[in-house]
T-cell receptor, first 114, second 112 residues
């Protein structure tokens, strides 16, 4: 079955520290991969996407993610976290030709300590 | 360019009633998808429309339906509301194949 796992429900990091959010997927073929962020009461904002090519993708707000096919992972990283990064982060996968139908992970809530 | 617009932002309905939610996609986007977000089940795909045709449907009962108009605007309808339908309903649009989804801010539906 197709699925996305975000193992960490809640992560707290200090402002200025580095961040890595984990995402593992189970999918029949090489999927399209996405990271979205959601602030309270808001919709989802696209941080970055991987469709093909270079496995290290850059996104907005200083985020990057690396696609590792052998590990079925697409972890999100940021070298220095800002207080405004506190939000919930969702990893998602979609099939080529059907990116309107995404499978989302349960999300990781990020808290930032001053 | 304006983003995805969903109306209304908040709705309170009574069990057994029906509700219609509206979504205006980003200008030029012809594909619209709907998602339900709840604390327990997370984000779940409802359906996708392209050029007024339903392309995909998630695993929801027939009480959940949708449609898309010629101007790409979309509506979803939930009939015979149940308490468990309380959720944030998110609409998203995309430009086409190889394009990511862009989400609106959602409609928060509360069923009492």
């Amino acid at each position: 079955a197709q699925s996305v796992t975000q193992p960490d429900i809640h992560i707290t990091v200090s402002e200025g520290a580095s961040l890595e959010l984990r995402c593992n997927y189970s999918y029949g073929a090489t999927p399209y991969l996405f990271w979205y962020v959601q602030s309270p009461g808001q919709g989802l904002q696209l941080l970055l996407k991987y469709f093909s090519g270079d496995t290290l993708v850059q996104g907005i707000k200083g985020f990057e993610a690396e696609f590792k096919r052998s590990q079925s992972s697409f972890n999100l990283r940021k070298p220095s976290v800002h207080w405004s990064d506190a939000a919930e982060y969702f990893c998602a996968v979609g099939a080529r030709g059907s990116q309107g139908n995404l499978i989302f992970g349960k999300g990781t809530k990020l808290s930032v300590k001053p | 360019k304006a983003g995805v617009t969903q109306t209304p932002r908040y709705l309170i309905k009574t069990r057994g009633q029906q509700v219609t939610l509206s979504c205006s996609p980003i200008s030029g986007h012809r594909s619209v998808s709907w998602y339900q977000q709840t604390p327990g089940q997370g984000l779940q795909f409802l359906f996708e429309y392209f050029s007024e045709t339903q392309r995909n449907k998630g695993n929801f009962p027939g009480r959940f339906s949708g449609r898309q108009f010629s101007n790409s605007r979309s509506e979803m309808n939930v009939s015979t509301l149940e308490l468990g339908d309380s959720a944030l309903y998110l609409c998203a649009s995309r430009a086409g194949e190889g394009s990511p989804l862009h989400f609106g801010n959602g409609t928060r539906l509360t069923v009492t």
